[in-house]
């Protein structure tokens, strides 16, 4: 087996910082070494990677990607081939998608079909949460079967998108129950999904048919109102642990952070998009422009205080985790579906190349620290969805590894940084005081040099335990 060290850097973990070294050995990280240690001990590595002036961060784990997902008759633009190289461009090496089951359809059979989408296409290791779009006895009876069999251990419903994925709360309660049992963690996409298709109908009648619509006819009300109610099913489900997905509005934090308060598994995330982009600055641009920001839960308006909020949340761990929610589809022909019509615009912002980027320059200006976000963007979703050996620079974790560079920048945008198989950015024009400087992903460069070096299929699926982040 080949071994690599990584010297010179700061090693940043979730709780503190120092110099030193790591020495990895095959897949694995096998020692943290003091400065100058290596060579006391006469240890000389098969490669070294100079990390001198640089943060030696665990690699980026984003848990809420949606690669090939079908939506609004199309499909997400980029592929676990593309989507995971791209992933890897901006410091990721792991992501868990979504794969998706639909009323009438087995949960086994589609999972088949996600597994068959994925493998041997990946540049970076994944696994899989599986959406139950129909809650039945069959579904719930696999809900069981893949939490003991198959390493899925978290279930997405939805309370938003009536007719699709939508289940109703005696469907949500069943589900939480079934979960409550096989100790798995529901997601929920927190909308109150009723209420909203009736604003969206009068919003088209009066012909308020462009994209800001699309915010408008979802107010934060009714993401505070499903996320208040999730988490009370979530209660007479037994405490069953509740993590909502894709947090953009104050109010529903509020919702979070009391259910915390009150001892409950309650966790949430929020994702770059709603920390940096609002309804008036990108999805309220002239013409059918602001399409390229349709996503749900919506942009909120910058005359609030959401985004404050958010980053006070992760400060305060309110909110664990920041993923992307990657769905990334292309203005020409797949957001161009909803020309005339807003509520026919696919629902996704690309973003799985630009979160530690981003959630960095949080650091840069002084919303969270740097451990801050090392825990918020690798330790914790590890920890929060039961992958064991990701997310920490330790003995025996996987040699997952992120080599950043504080002392250069990134510019992202089409023509500038960009990986991601979409026609435009959503973060076209921002820069960053940092820039991924090597990428490690089980032992394997896969980025050095500005380059692109790993390969298709060196990703692997990863079976997932259970959450070991509950209270
Ligand atoms: O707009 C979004 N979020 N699209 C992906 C599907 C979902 O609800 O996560
Ligand atoms: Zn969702
Ligand atoms: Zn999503």
Not at 16 to 26: K, P, T
Not at 53 to 79: C, I, N, Q, R, W
Not at 434 to 443: A, E, L, N, P, Q
Request: net charge negative; hydrophobic share 40%; aromatic share 8%.
């Amino acid at each position: 087996m080949s071994t690599t060290l990584i010297h010179g850097g700061t090693v940043i973990s979730a709780v503190g910082r120092r110099e030193a070294d790591v020495l990895i050995d095959g897949e694995k990280i096998v020692a943290i070494l003091a400065p100058g240690q290596a060579t006391s001990m006469g240890i000389v590595a098969d490669r070294t990677v100079d990390a001198t002036g640089k943060y030696v961060v665990p690699g980026g784990v984003d848990v809420h990607t949606h690669m090939e997902l079908p939506f609004g008759g199309t499909e997400a633009s980029d592929t676990f081939e593309t989507g995971t190289r791209a992933a890897a461009w901006g410091g990721v090496t792991t992501i868990v998608d979504f794969a998706v089951q639909n009323t009438g359809f087995s949960v086994q059979d589609q999972l088949a079909v996600w597994h068959e989408k994925a493998a041997g296409n990946c540049a970076i290791d994944y696994g899989f949460h599986q959406i139950i779009g129909g809650v039945d006895d069959e579904s719930l009876k696999a809900m069981t079967y893949l939490v003991d069999n198959e390493g899925i251990t978290s279930f997405k419903l939805f309370m938003a998108y009536p007719g699709v994925l939508y289940s109703d709360d005696g469907q949500i309660l069943r589900a939480m129950q079934n979960a409550s049992e096989s100790g798995a963690m529901i997601m929920m996409h927190a909308e109150n999904g009723i209420a909203i298709d009736v604003l969206v109908a009068q919003s088209l009648a009066r012909g308020d048919t462009d994209p800001k619509f699309h915010s408008l006819t979802r107010p934060a009300e009714l993401e505070s109102e499903a996320t208040h109610r999730a988490i009370q099913l979530s209660k007479v489900a037994g405490n069953v642990p509740l993590y909502i997905v894709h947090m953009s509005a104050s109010g529903a934090l509020e919702e979070v952070a009391a259910a915390q308060h009150a001892g409950l598994n309650v966790f949430a995330e929020t994702c770059p998009q709603y920390l940096y982009l609002t309804l008036e600055d990108h999805l309220a641009q002239p013409g059918f422009e602001g399409a390229k920001w349709v996503c749900s839960t919506p942009l909120r308006t910058k005359h609030e205080h959401h985004q404050a909020d958010l980053w006070k949340g992760l400060r305060m761990n309110e909110l664990a985790v920041v993923s992307t929610d990657h769905c990334p589809f292309c203005f020409k022909d797949q957001k161009e579906l909803g020309l005339g019509n807003f509520s026919k615009i696919p629902n996704g912002i690309g973003g799985v190349e630009h979160r530690m980027e981003l959630i960095y320059q949080g650091v840069v200006l002084g919303e969270i620290s740097l451990e801050r976000w090392v825990e918020t963007c690798c330790t914790t979703p590890a920890r929060m969805f039961g992958l064991e050996h990701k997310g920490v620079i330790e003995p025996g974790a996987d040699a997952d590894i992120l080599v950043w560079d504080p002392n250069r920048t990134t510019k992202i945008g089409i023509n500038d940084k960009h990986h991601m198989n979409m026609d435009h950015s959503a973060y076209e024009g921002f820069e960053i005081d940092g820039k991924v400087d090597t990428v490690i992903s089980r032992g394997t460069v896969v980025i050095e040099n500005d380059t692109y070096v790993g390969t298709k299929g060196h990703g692997k699926f990863v079976k997932r335990g259970l959450s070991t982040y509950l209270h």
